[in-house]
């Protein structure tokens, strides 16, 4: 299913479910039966969450210039553990 806008020239805009690939160029109005035009327009992008189109956005401007870092931000550091072979060497 597709939502597909129509646009009545008496009552103004409003939205059909149709299966996709079927929408006809012209739909009966809901609310005076008359015949409205299909209209194209943007898809639902404004549904989006703010904090997941930031992060979009993040991520696209990374492609071309991506952040440059000189050492491991803090807080992030592994904990750091000897080797195990190491325990096994012989000590002075
Ligand atoms: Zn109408």
Redesign the pocket.
């Known amino acids: 299913m597709a939502t597909y806008e129509f646009l009545?020239s008496?009552?103004g805009p409003f939205d059909v479910k149709l299966a996709i690939g079927t929408a006809p160029a012209a739909y009966g109005?809901p609310?005076?039966a008359?015949s409205?035009r299909r209209v194209y327009s943007s898809p639902g992008l404004r549904l989006t969450p703010h904090s997941v189109a930031a992060l979009h956005q993040q991520e696209e401007q990374s492609r071309d210039a991506p952040a440059v870092v000189s050492e491991v931000p803090p807080g992030r550091r592994p904990p750091r553990r000897p080797h195990p072979a190491l325990s096994r060497l012989p000590r002075p």
């Open positions: 009545c008496r009552c109005c609310h005076c008359g409205a």
